[in-house]
C-alpha cells in the first residue's frame, strides 16, 4: 500500500490537489454504491480505497483486492467468481472466489480496465443484482458486496472502441475520484520523504539514521515522477541503503532528477545540461558556497567563477 500502509488514512499529504481528493472519498464513503478510482500509476488508488472501506458501514467486514492484469482470463474467473470441480482442468475441488470472500464487505478491482469482456459482462450481473455462478456451477450465489474499482486507463476512449462495456462504467462510477500525480502536488514531497525516512529507520533501528540535504529535497521536488509515489519511495530506499555518511546529496541522486534541462540534442547540449546540474546541485549543498563547492569538485576558485557566469548560476540559487 502507498504510500503509509495505512488502511486509515487516505496518505500522507497536504495539499489542496490532494485534500480535496480526500474530502469527496469522505462523502461518497458511508453512501452504497460502486467508485471508480482513477490516477496514474502509484498515485495510491489501493490506499484510497482501503480508506474508503474503512469509513464505510462495511468496515467490520472484510477488504478483498484483486489486480485484474495479474492473470488470464479464464483463472482471473476462477479467482473473482470461485469454481466447481471438474470446472476446468486442475479443478479437483470447489473452491469459493473473491466475491464469496467479500460478502458484507467491499471489494477491489485493480486495474480494472483490463478485463476480458466475458469478465466485464458477468461483473455487471453482479453488480446490477448482486447474483452470480460459480465456474461449472448453475446455482445462483447471492452475495452483498460493495464494488470499488481502479484504473489508469482511459476509460472514455475504450469505451468508444468497444473495448470497455458502455453499461459497466455507468454501474461502477456511481462517484468518480481522481488521484493528482506527484508533479501536481509538489509540496507534499518533502513531507512524502520525512515519512519515508521515519520507516525506514523503524524498519532497520541498527542502521544509522539518513536525512537528505536541502538542495537533495529541492531536486526532488522539480523531478516530474512518472512513477509517482512508488517511484520515489523506491529513490528514497535505495539512498537511504546505499548511503555511508548519513547525509544524502543533490549530486549522488539519479541524474534524470539532478539534471535541470532534458537530456537530448546534441553531444555538446547534453554535456552542457550535465555540467550546469552538477554546479547548482554543489553550490546548493554547500548554500552558495563558492570557495568551498569549487574544493568539491576539484576545481580552481577561477574556473568555478567561469562556468558561474556561464551559465548564471546566481540567478537560479536565488
Known amino acids: 500500500m502507498l504510500p503509509n500502509g495505512d488502511k486509515n488514512s487516505p496518505g500522507i499529504g497536504s495539499s489542496p490537489a490532494f485534500l480535496s481528493v480526500v474530502e469527496q472519498a469522505k ?26 472501506h474503512h469509513l464505510s458501514r462495511r468496515s467490520e467486514y472484510k477488504f478483498v483486492a484483486v489486480n485484474c492484469a495479474a492473470l488470464h482470463d479464464e483463472l482471473f474467473l476462477a479467482e473473482i467468481f470461485g469454481h466447481e470441480k471438474g470446472a476446468f482442468t486442475g479443478a479437483t475441488s470447489s473452491r469459493a472466489g473473491k466475491l464469496e470472500l467479500a460478502d458484507g464487505g467491499t ?39 460493495r464494488i470499488l474499482a481502479a484504473t489508469n486507463a482511459n476509460l472514455d476512449e475504450m469505451i468508444e472502441s468497444g473495448e470497455f462495456l458502455a453499461d459497466l462504467y455507468d454501474r461502477i462510477a456511481f462517484a ?16 512524502l520523504i520525512h515519512h519515508f525516512l521515519k520507516n525506514l529507520h523503524a524498519e532497520m533501528p541498527d542502521m544509522e539514521k539518513k536525512e537528505f540535504t536541502p538542495a537533495a529535497i529541492r531536486a526532488l521536488q522539480a523531478y516530474h515522477w512518472p512513477g509517482n509515489m512508488r517511484e520515489l519511495k523506491n529513490v528514497i530506499e535505495r539512498h537511504y541503503i546505499w548511503d555511508a555518511d548519513g547525509v544524502i546529496h543533490a549530486s549522488e541522486l539519479p541524474l ?20 550546469k546540474s552538477l554546479l547548482l546541485n554543489t553550490l546548493k549543498d554547500v548554500s552558495g558556497n563558492q570557495r568551498e563547492a569549487a574544493k568539491q ?16 548560476l546566481g540567478e537560479l540559487l536565488v
Do not use: C, W
Not at 460502486?34 to 482501503?50: D, M
Not at 468518480?176 to 513531507?191: H, N, V
Open 176 to 191: 468518480e475520484l481522481t488521484l493528482p500525480p506527484l508533479r501536481k502536488r509538489r509540496e507534499d514531497i518533502p513531507e
Open 256 to 275: 534524470e532528477i539532478t539534471t535541470i534541462e532534458p537530456i537530448g540534442g546534441t553531444f555538446q547540449e547534453q554535456v552542457r545540461a550535465f555540467e
Open 27 to 52: 462523502k461518497f464513503a458511508t453512501v452504497p454504491r460502486p467508485i471508480l478510482i482513477r490516477g496514474e500509476r502509484g498515485t495510491g488508488k489501493e490506499v484510497l480505497a482501503h480508506y474508503i
Open 297 to 312: 569538485l576539484g576545481m580552481t576558485y577561477d574556473q568555478l567563477r567561469h562556468y558561474y557566469k556561464k551559465f548564471s
Open 107 to 145: 471489494l477491489f478491482l485493480d486495474e480494472v480496465a483490463n478485463m476480458s469482456r466475458d469478465a466485464q459482462e458477468k461483473l455487471l450481473r453482479v453488480v446490477e443484482y448482486q447474483q452470480f455462478e460459480r465456474l461449472g456451477g448453475s446455482e445462483e450465489i447471492d452475495v452483498d458486496v
